[in-house]
Structure formats: structure tokens, C-alpha cells
């Protein structure tokens, strides 16, 4: 892999997530409840998070026992008041939240006097495949609390390190995330002799990255079939930036290669300054770059390194560009470089040695001309002091005002950069730079955020090292006023079934150009029309047949941003086995897996009404034997009728609910 690779591997550009637009139709996605168990015998004032929660109502699935009162309401926060009753049966609920979009649900427990609260869980619990997560749990009576006592669901998460506190109102946990562990959303139940609590927590991939870009470069009016290789690639979405060139055909056929189509306008004009690739999955964004050239034109897009020594000694270049086949040769002037090996490997890569002579004159910048049949084309080769540092690129060269993103710097003596403060930027000082560390001798990283009111332009780029030595990329960057944002009005359907493809609306705005992903696990994204217009997106979504019930999320992503709007999908109904007879004894139960509670309903009809004609019984294992007292509560719903219907709703990990169908059953 060449440098250029390794370095565009990491170019990472800011993940801007913005919220659907007001109003709009989208399926809500409750997060998380906190405080996320409580004491019964009193009362809790809780915050549920996620998105789409405006305008909700709420419901509570479960023993008895739970009063929920909605106090106030947002797209981001549902503030509720919880009453625990006295006499209530210690254990989980669901609440959820039913909007016009559809249901979401978050668990909470009740428990006795002394049993575990938790009150809080920082930072929020959201892991990455094959990377640890620590989080800090505050609330109370959590002193008892050891690795032993959790378990998670799904496969390839566990909690193997607890610290709690002497007082019991913090635990330090450590989740240990297997590289292949489940994808979506677990559930994890801490559970000690005094009770449970059962918390949310979603696995993701790690975000994507791209190691190489064939080709780099494209013809003006041209249409190019790209390949980006990489890493996490699964479900990726291309854009590109800039007006003129079209993406179209975007696939993933592997998690190394995303495959797409470049159509290049003919009124696009050649430019020394890349277009920049972005890539998105749920996890995050990365950026390669791409080049507008003349048809058919010798073009050096970059060199690596662009400078040297005057020692003597060989460096190894790289030329990269489009047109560089039928090399006639790499000349510069005679004097202080003397070019050797000179060895054409494609289109679109030459390698050579450049030795620069141990008088050469320092600060200096050298021409190096690519002679081919076609033509020819300059590249530019510097020579510096002996330990002095040297910025050959800044990529990204660009970026929106309002966004945050990490920038690399590409070029020579860069590994005694200081750490944190060494990268800064000329002029106002609303473009922040952070986190500087070396990556290699010739690559330093820089977490770069730009305010959203900064000036637009271009800023020098400074590096210093902690010898105090710096150099100054004139004009390395540029800050730009970005477009229009995408904004989602709806979503149609916004719930899908797995095991087939189902064609997708997204209306709404400043979609041009744009691409979109599907969040979750077991989701593909094919065929994806963008209108004209901008104002209507249609694409074909495929979940798997085993993809796990969700929340998930429509993301539209163009140049200037993403936006989001929430979809779910639903598990199959649960296989149910009930008893003919409703009497003392009688048993209910429900076959297979990936269900984790259990409400068993006896109705006078299959509507199942909320009232005296139904009666509820809650149940974790998905078995239960009728008691004396709940065979007389199903007679008494039954009243003077000889038969009635019973159902059993289940409960998923990621809590959605599952329907049986109702079945006749005989007193």
C-alpha cells in the first residue's frame, strides 16, 4: 500500500447528523429511560431519549402497579412523571411511547426497598465491534453489584470488569465487544438479590475507512467506473462534492470494496484541487480524493514526498496522475537533483529516486517534468534544511463552516510535532485545531473545528515542532459556506418487514446529489433515484429474514450534510401454545427464542379491549401455569360466556413487540 493509501484510509470528515425537520412523519426511537429503575412506593420524574418523541402518548405493558404521566414533550426528550405503587409486583415494565409515526418502547424496573437505581449511565451506551467500552453508572444500592450480575443479550458483548463505589451510588464498568459480536441493539440486565435493571445498548461497526481509490482521476465528460477499497465498507453511501459529476450505481458487494459510477459533465472544468469522495455508514464518514482532468492530457496530481535533504541520499517518490503511460521520461534541470530509476507502474502512478546534492541550496523549489506522447506536465519537488519540517498537502484542502472533522497533514520531518497545540491556521480564531500528533515522519493528525459563523477563504497551515523548527502551507486550506442542508419531510412506509425488499419514499429538500443509508443490521440499499427536483428520493430496502427487530433510521447524505428519519421494523409473531381450558393449572406457552418478557391477555373478544372484559398477566419466561386467583380473574372477564380468546404479546431485546393471533379458549 502506498503512503497516499495508508493516509487516505484515515481522512475523516465531520459526521453531521441533523434532525428531521419539524414535523415530520417519522417512526420514533426511544434511546434509553433515566432513571432507569425506581423503588416502589414512590414517585420519579424521568427523561426518555431518542428521536420522533414529540406529540407521544404513553402506555405501560406489564404487572400493574406503573402510572406514567407525560410532563413535557420534544422530538429529542419525553420528561415523565413515574408512580410506583406500594403493593406493586417487583419487576421490568415497558413503557412506550405511541405517536402518529408508530411505537417505541424503553424498559423500567420496579423494585423493593433496597434494590438497584440506576439514575444515570455515562457515556451513552453505544459500542464499536472489537473495542472495548467503559462507562460510569451512577444512581443507588448498586454495592453489590459484580461482573456475575449482568448479562447481556445477543452474542459477543459481555461486562467483564465492575468497580463500585464504597457507597454504592457508582459503579466503573467495562464491556468487552467481540470483533463479530451482534450488531443492533442488546439488552443488558443487572440483576442482584434486590432486584433488576435492564438498560439498552446499541453495537456498531467501526467507522469506514479507504485505503485506495482506482482510478484517482477522471477525464472531463468522461464516465469512470470507480472502486474504493477499504474497510467497513458494508451499506456505505458515495457522494461527491461539487456540481458536474453525477454517482450513480453505488454497491457494496463486500466490506472491502464500495463500487460505483462517475459521470463527469463535459462542462466541468480541470482543476488542481481535488473533488472529495465521501463515504457514510451508521458509524461515520470518510473522504478520498478525486480529480477533474483534460482528456487524454499527461496530469501529476501529487507527489510523496514532495521534498528531500541535501545529503546525498535517495528518496523514494511517487508521482500520481491519469495519463502517465508511454512515458518518455522525468526530467529537471541540471544541477542540484539527479532523478534515477524512473519507473512507469500504471496510468496512473510513476516511481523514482530523487538525489538531491549535499550543496544544493536550501528552501528551494525544483520542477520535475513528466514528458509523455501525449505530452507533458510539471511536478514540484523542494529542497529543505537537514531536520526541518515540510506540509506537501493538507487533506482535506476544505471544509464546511459549522463542521468538525479531522485534517492530515502530508509531508517530511513531521514526527517531532508538538503534541495538541503543533497544526494552526491563519487568520480568525474560529477555526480551531486540536489533538496535533505525529501518525508517522510524514503524516500528522489534527482534529479541525470550524465555527459556523467563521469567515470564508483560504488559511495558511502552520506545523511546529518541539525543536521549535516550523514550515507554513500558504493557503493550505480553505474554509467554505456550505449549501442548503437536506431536510426530511417523510418517510414511506416507515415500518418494513425483514425477509423482503420494500420500495422506499423520502420526500423533502436539498436532496440533489444525495445518497442514502440504512441503519441496523442485515439492511441494503439499492436502486436509489434522486429527483431532479431534489425534493424526492425513491430506493429499494432489503432486510435479511433474520435481521433483528428495530428502530432504525433513513439517513439522507449530500455534500452539505446528512438529515434523519426514523423507520422500524417488527419480529414475526411469536409461536404460542395455549391450553384449551382456562382453569387452576391450565399452561400457556411460547415456542423459540428472541423474546425476553411476556404479557399472556384473556379477552370476551379478539379485540382484546382495554377493560373489565380483559385481563392481563405478565410473564419473563414465556411460560405460565394459570394460579387459582388468575383463573378466577379470567372467569370473572369471561363473565356468563363459555369461551373467550387469548393472545400473547412478547417483547424483544430491542423492545418491539411481537402478536400472536388470537385463539379461541373454553372456561
Known amino acids: 500500500m502506498t503512503r497516499r493509501a495508508s493516509l487516505a484510509a484515515a481522512l475523516a470528515a465531520a459526521w453531521l447528523v441533523v434532525p428531521a425537520r419539524a414535523g415530520a412523519v417519522c417512526a420514533p426511537a426511544a434511546s434509553g429511560i433515566f432513571p432507569a429503575s425506581g423503588i416502589a412506593g414512590t414517585s420519579v420524574v424521568a427523561t426518555i431519549s431518542g428521536s420522533a418523541l414529540d406529540g407521544g402518548v404513553l402506555s405501560v405493558l406489564g404487572d400493574p402497579g406503573l402510572t406514567a404521566t407525560l410532563q413535557s414533550s420534544a422530538p429529542a426528550t419525553l420528561t415523565v412523571r413515574l408512580d410506583l405503587d406500594a403493593a406493586a409486583v417487583p419487576g421490568e415494565r415497558l413503557i412506550f411511547v405511541d405517536t402518529p409515526g408508530g411505537s417505541t418502547g424503553v424498559s423500567f424496573t420496579i423494585n423493593a426497598a433496597g434494590g438497584p437505581v440506576v439514575d444515570g449511565v455515562s457515556p451513552a451506551l453505544i459500542a464499536t465491534q472489537g473495542i472495548p467500552l467503559d462507562v460510569m453508572v451512577t444512581g443507588a444500592n448498586l454495592g453489590a453489584v459484580t461482573p456475575a450480575s449482568f448479562t447481556v443479550s445477543g452474542a459477543g458483548v459481555s461486562v467483564t470488569s465492575v468497580t463500585p463505589s464504597p457507597d454504592g451510588t457508582m459503579l466503573t464498568l467495562e464491556f468487552t465487544v467481540d470483533a ?354 431534489g425534493t424526492l428520493i425513491t430506493f429499494d430496502l432489503t432486510l435479511v429474514p433474520d435481521a433483528p427487530a428495530e428502530n432504525r433510521a433513513v439517513i439522507v447524505v449530500t455534500e452539505n450534510g446528512t438529515a434523519r428519519c426514523g423507520i422500524a421494523s417488527n419480529p414475526s409473531p411469536p409461536t404460542f401454545v395455549p391450553a384449551k381450558l382456562a382453569k387452576t393449572g391450565a399452561l400457556f406457552t411460547v415456542a423459540g427464542t428472541g423474546f425476553r418478557l411476556f404479557t399472556f391477555e384473556f379477552s370476551v373478544n379478539e379485540l382484546f379491549t382495554p377493560g373489565l372484559r380483559t385481563v392481563a398477566f405478565a410473564d419473563a419466561d414465556g411460560s405460565l401455569t394459570l394460579s387459582r386467583l388468575q383463573a378466577f380473574a379470567v372467569e370473572r372477564a369471561f363473565r356468563e360466556r363459555t369461551r373467550g380468546f387469548v393472545r400473547v404479546r412478547a417483547v424483544t431485546p430491542t423492545n418491539r413487540i411481537g402478536v400472536s393471533a388470537a385463539q379461541a379458549l373454553r372456561r
Open 180 to 533: 463479530a459480536a451482534d450488531l443492533g441493539t442488546h439488552a443488558v440486565t443487572l440483576a442482584v438479590p434486590t432486584g433488576s435493571v435492564v438498560l439498552q445498548l446499541y453495537v456498531q461497526r467501526p467507522p469506514p475507512t479507504i485505503t485506495a481509490v482506482h482510478p484517482a482521476a477522471g477525464d472531463v465528460g468522461a464516465t469512470s467506473s470507480l472502486t474504493l477499497t477499504g474497510t467497513n465498507l458494508s451499506g456505505a453511501a458515495l457522494v461527491i462534492t461539487g456540481s458536474g459529476i453525477a454517482v450513480s450505481d453505488a454497491a457494496t458487494p463486500d466490506d472491502s470494496t464500495l463500487t460505483a459510477t462517475l459521470t463527469i459533465g463535459s462542462g466541468v472544468s480541470p482543476s488542481s484541487e481535488p473533488r472529495l469522495l465521501i463515504v457514510t455508514t451508521e458509524s461515520g464518514q470518510t473522504t478520498s480524493e478525486f480529480f477533474v482532468v483534460a482528456p487524454g492530457v499527461p496530469t501529476v496530481t501529487g507527489i510523496e514526498p514532495g521534498a528531500g535533504e541535501p545529503n546525498g541520499t535517495p528518496v523514494a517518490v511517487i508521482l500520481h496522475g491519469l495519463h502517465l503511460t508511454g512515458l518518455v521520461g522525468v526530467t529537471t534541470p541540471p544541477g542540484d537533483l539527479t532523478l534515477q530509476n524512473v519507473t512507469p507502474v500504471d496510468d496512473e502512478t510513476i516511481r523514482l529516486d530523487v538525489v538531491v546534492a549535499p550543496a544544493a541550496a536550501t528552501s528551494t523549489d525544483h520542477v520535475l517534468t513528466v514528458t509523455t506522447a501525449a505530452g507533458s506536465t510539471p511536478a514540484t519537488f523542494r529542497v529543505i534544511p537537514a531536520g526541518s519540517p515540510f506540509v506537501g498537502a493538507v487533506r482535506p484542502p476544505f471544509g464546511n463552516r459549522g463542521s468538525t472533522f479531522t485534517i492530515f497533514l502530508q509531508g517530511v520531518n513531521l514526527s517531532l510535532v508538538v503534541p495538541g497545540s503543533g497544526v494552526s491556521v491563519s487568520g480568525d480564531p474560529k477555526v480551531h485545531l486540536s489533538n496535533a500528533a505525529a501518525v508517522d515522519a510524514r503524516t500528522v493528525r489534527a482534529t479541525m473545528g470550524i465555527d459556523a459563523t467563521a469567515a470564508a477563504g483560504f488559511r495558511d497551515v502552520t506545523v511546529q515542532l518541539t525543536n521549535t523548527k516550523t514550515f507554513t502551507k500558504a493557503s493550505g486550506f480553505r474554509v467554505n459556506v456550505p449549501g442548503q442542508v437536506p431536510q426530511i419531510t417523510d418517510v414511506s412506509p416507515n415500518v418494513v418487514p425483514p425477509g423482503a425488499t420494500t420500495a422506499m419514499t423520502v420526500t423533502g429538500s436539498n436532496f440533489a446529489g444525495g445518497a442514502v443509508v440504512v441503519t441496523g443490521p442485515g439492511a441494503t440499499v439499492t436502486n436509489t433515484v434522486v429527483d431532479p427536483s
